[in-house]
T-cell receptor, first 115, second 111 residues
Framework: DAGVIQSPRHEVTEMGQEVTLRCKPI?????LFWYRQTMMRGLELLIY????????DSGMPEDRFSAKMPNASFSTLKIQPSEPRDSAVYFC?????????????FGQGTRLTVV | LAKITQPISMDSYEGQEVNITCSHN???????ITWYQQFPSQGPRFIIQ???TKVTNEVASLFIPADRKSSTLSLPRVSLSDTAVYYC????????????FGQGTELSVKP
């Protein structure tokens, strides 16, 4: 398996524009996570899915953020409208189970810059 | 959730053994201890996990005392390429799979 695949790797957009980040988890993994990383706040869990269903979205910062998982092999994180403070690296991760001894696999991330 | 404390940064030299200790005083009975490594511009990567005593793999060793209130990640003979941020995570089945990262330990290996 190629691992968790995220696209695009880099995104530069203007304030107010809609941004869509994409993730393809590892085949067979039932759990998918979206994280945001900044220098100030570190790695923050935004939302996670189990079998395509959102389980916990308490980390989603505002209504401007939304995430979907239409099928087991694809998820999107959308920001509309984007703001400069949304600039960060966004990571997607997947894992086989939700057990405490489960390993999570991370993608390479999408570096988002909102100007 | 277990409260985790680990040093913010550490310095070392090539060839030395590095030990990073993580404190997790309120660890629950069914919690596992997991360490991830993150290089600049990359996502975190799993390196080792344990429940009690000692675990060793090709990358590191993890020492967990009997009371499990702390754990120590040991990196033998570090090289420049071990410069990274190391995260200690504590979690169990009752968290439903949530992986919560703290601030991590930024390890800098110098020549």
């Amino acid at each position: 398996d190629a691992g968790v695949i995220q696209s695009p790797r880099h995104e530069v957009t203007e304030m107010g524009q809609e941004v869509t980040l994409r993730c393809k988890p590892i085949s067979g993994h039932d759990y998918l996570f979206w994280y945001r990383q900044t220098m100030m706040r570190g790695l923050e869990l935004l939302i996670y899915f189990n079998n395509n269903v959102p389980i916990d979205d308490s980390g989603m910062p505002e209504d401007r953020f939304s995430a979907k998982m239409p099928n087991a092999s694809f998820s999107t994180l959308k920001i509309q409208p984007s703001e400069p403070r949304d600039s960060a690296v966004y990571f997607c991760a997947s894992s086989l189970t939700n057990r405490g001894n489960t390993e999570a696999f991370f993608g390479q991330g999408t570096r988002l810059t909102v100007v | 959730l277990a409260k985790i404390t680990q040093p913010i940064s550490m310095d070392s030299y090539e060839g030395q053994e590095v030990n990073i200790t993580c404190s997790h005083n309120n660890i629950a009975t069914n919690d596992y201890i997991t360490w991830y490594q993150q290089f600049p511009s990359q996502g975190p990567r799993f390196i080792i996990q344990g429940y009690k005593t000692k675990v060793t793999n090709e990358v590191a060793s993890l020492f967990i005392p009997a009371d499990r209130k702390s754990s120590t990640l040991s990196l033998p003979r570090v090289s420049l390429s071990d410069t990274a941020v190391y995260y200690c995570l504590v979690g169990g089945d009752n968290q439903g799979g949530k992986l919560i990262f703290g601030q991590g330990t930024e390890l800098s290996v110098k020549p």
